[in-house]
């Protein structure tokens, strides 16, 4: 039986329900010591003196003076420092480190520290440092709005959102032994293996020698993508003073606090229209808020501003986005990467513009849809595997969306829609840049899989495996794939973008191909026995038709999308104004599900994910600092608030992908919260901001 498209057992199945899976917090080594971060208690200002008020003996104490490199974390820019030297730019910026055997006594230091407070900026309206610009234009969108039947015009709001990883960020720094030189070990909970490797390099300068090696990983949702570099580069410095290894775990509540969210966005719509529904000009405008740091914020704003325009044809866009600074924690990735923001935005005002047309909705979301041929606000032409039709005629159908919607008028029920997609890899140019490698060994028994690429619940392992079992002609049980260790596994790029199983998987497919020409007929075991072990390792080779200009976004933004069509169907109690989703249909288009029952565990989370996003998870800033930094009052979905679910796996095939497949990780997070948020518009509330609590509900009303 072919593993591709058969919910095969999971290849880290076993020692996640048995309980031998290690993770960060389960491992120890000899002489192993705890470390803590001493963060600032102002959002602005400069540090003035520090104070030790306990007894240092015994103590590793590190300051920005120890750092031998750079102290700044490599990542797009180099502004971040990994310790604070003078300058405090957000509340729970790290200024000190502790290391000490003893939790107790390393908890109970204290360490008193003189500040010179200044004003802090909070407002990112009010912002002038930006961090990143970015103009997208299209045909001639102000001749087009003047000449339009009717300009709509609308302004929405999205908050933060804490990722709220089941297991928050932890890592071990090990002193090791490289070649006669001093070097240092890595064992953590990440999600980028290689991301961490470049920011310990500019932090150590030439040296010591660097591996990282990822441990079982309980989550990350984009939330371990950059931020473990941080964590990481503070276990190093105290491991290397120390000359022992440093474990560092954080409790929820700081791991609430001192790390990234999702971006707030602020995003402007002015729509040009027809009295028969078609969009003529679209003029958008993205405001998201950066944070102290720019951490990954102009690729977040990027992707946002990319799907801003929704999964509809227009021939004049303008799309104008910024990312600012302000003095709060950085934000950075977070599943979906700035498309939940713009795409939320652009459906509320799709229902919006319906509703000022007397048009249904789902007709003007017809009339609009892309198809292939047609060319996005980039000027990208689409190829036969796009499915906006596909998805929406599904979702219409199957929920009896028309007939069920007004037979709700009157009542305290009713039904929203959403229409999105999802660019799946890096942007543009920026899987060529990558260049990522995967490698294929052959053991024994069968072969191993040598990718950077991690596992943190969303299935790699596993699907990686499928592709490779079937591209090879072995059993699924006879492919093994390794712990993720930078100095024994190829560099496949990060664990993001939707990217893992559509482009990682397809350098493996391609390894799998070429292995099985060169075994000619025999199974690895019988190769093995009769002339020994080889390795097969390829470069990932984007579409020849992809082009892009990065200076003027332009041309192909990805090399495919996938699509998703999702119908809300909600309750509104009359008295608290508090929401309870009953059903949410989930049709999604992802080319090919590798394993069914992992791809509809995917949509499953993001769904959850983006009803959360949608009406729960408000993170309350006070002073610059999330001052609800606990799951007793930062409240995430449970499964007592989940409503029943309906998931449809749509199949168009990418050809660029392993076996059709393409992304799928992101793209469900994208529709929920417009689905609830035109569901509730229905009921006479004109929600435009997320979450939509009950205290936002009960002060609106539905006016065009």
């Known amino acids: 039986m072919p593993a591709v498209g058969t919910s095969v057992a999971r290849k880290d199945g076993i020692g996640k329900a048995t309980g031998s899976a290690l993770y960060a917090d389960d491992i120890t080594f000899p002489g192993m010591i705890h470390g803590r971060t001493i963060r600032s208690t102002i959002p602005r200002g400069r540090v003035k003196s520090i104070r030790f008020d306990f ?38 910026e790290p200024i000190l480190l502790l290391a000490h055997e003893d939790r107790e006594r390393l908890n109970a230091a204290h360490v008193e520290i003189e500040y010179e407070e200044e004003t802090p900026l909070f407002d990112p309206e009010q912002s002038t440092v ?35 990883y089941i297991e928050p960020n932890g890592v071990i720094a090990v002193p090791e032994d490289v070649d006669g030189k001093k070097g240092v070990a890595i064992f953590g909970s990440v999600q980028c293996p290689f991301y961490v490797i470049k920011a310990l390099r500019c932090l150590f300068g030439a040296h010591p020698p660097i591996r990282v090696i990822q441990t079982e990983t309980g989550g990350g949702f984009g939330g371990k993508e950059e931020y473990p570099s941080m964590i990481a580069g503070h276990a190093a410095m105290l491991a290397l003073k120390s000359g022992r290894p440093v474990k560092i775990i954080y409790d929820r509540a700081e791991d609430m606090i001192a790390t990234t969210k999702r971006h707030p966005a602020i995003v402007r719509h002015r729509t040009g229209v027809t009295r028969d529904g078609h969009i003529v000009a679209m003029d ?71 509703e000022a047309l007397g048009i249904d909705s789902v007709e003007v979301r017809r009339i609009n849809a892309l198809r292939p041929g047609d060319t996005t606000a980039t000027g990208q032409k689409l190829r036969e595997d796009t499915s906006a039709l596909m998805v929406l005629d599904e979702a219409v159908r199957r929920t009896d969306f028309l007939r069920k919607r007004e037979g709700y008028r009157g009542t305290n029920r009713a039904l929203g829609l959403s229409l999105f997609y999802h660019g799946a890899g890096f942007t543009g140019s920026g899987e ?129 999308y996938g699509w998703g069509c999702d119908v809300a169907e909600i309750e509104v109690d009359p008295d608290t104004f508090e929401v309870r989703p009953l059903k949410l249909t989930a049709v999604q288009e992802f080319g090919r599900p590798i394993h069914p029952a992992l791809a509809q565990g995917q949509i499953e989370g993001g769904t959850a994910q983006g009803l959360g996003y949608a009406l729960l998870e408000r993170v309350v800033m006070r002073n610059g600092a999330m001052a609800n930094a606990q ?74």
């Open 55 to 92: 007894d240092t003996d015994g103590f590793t104490i590190v300051d920005w003076h120890d750092i031998v490199g750079r102290n700044s974390v490599d990542l797009i820019e180099k502004d971040q420092p990994f310790l604070v030297e003078s300058e405090v730019r957000h509340m729970a």
């Open 130 to 164: 930006v961090f990143k610009k970015i103009d997208i234009m299209k045909g001639n969108p102000a001749g087009a709005l003047a000449s339009a039947d009717l300009v709509v015009e609308g302004t929405y709001r999205t908050g933060h959102q804490e990722h709220v």
């Open 284 to 354: 958008i405008d993205v405001l998201m808020d950066g944070g102290a740091y720019v951490t990954l914020s102009p690729v977040v704003l990027s992707r946002g501003c990319i799907h801003a325009a929704g999964p509809y044809r227009c021939d004049n866009v303008n799309i104008r986005g910024r990312t600012v600074f302000t003095n709060t924690p950085p934000n950075g990735a977070f599943r979906g990467f700035g498309a939940p923001q713009t795409e939320f935005a652009v459906e509320v005002q799709m229902e919006r513009i319906a």
């Open 432 to 560: 060529l840049s990558l260049k990522s490698k995967a490698r294929l060994d052959l053991t024994p028994t069968g072969v191993r899989i040598a990718t950077g690429s991690t596992e943190i619940g969303q299935g790699t392992r596993t699907t990686h495996a499928q592709i490779v079992s079937d591209s090879l002609g072995i059993p699924y049980e006879d492919v093994e794939v390794a712990q993720p260790d930078t100095a024994r596994v190829a560099d496949s790029g990060p664990t993001v973008a939707s990217r893992t199983c559509m482009v990682v998987g397809k350098i493996l497919e391609e390894c799998a191909h070429e292995m099985k020409e060169r075994l000619n007929g025999l199974s690895p075991a019988e190769y093995h026995t009769r002339h020994g072990a080889f390795s097969v390792e390829r470069m990932y080779a984007p579409p020849d038709w992809i082009k892009w200009d990065d200076a003027t976004y332009r041309g192909d933004a990805y090399a495919t």
């Open 631 to 704: 799951l007793t009052n930062y409240t995430i979905p449970t499964t007592l608030d989940m409503p029943e679910l309906d998931v449809v796996m749509l199949e168009n095939p990418y050809p660029g992908g392993p076996f059709g497949a393409k992304g799928l990780g992101e793209l469900p997070m994208d529709g929920p919260a417009p689905a609830v948020v035109n569901a509730l518009r229905w009921l006479g509330f004109d929600v435009r901001e997320i979450p939509a609590t009950p205290e936002l509900i009960a002060g609106c009303t539905a006016t065009a």
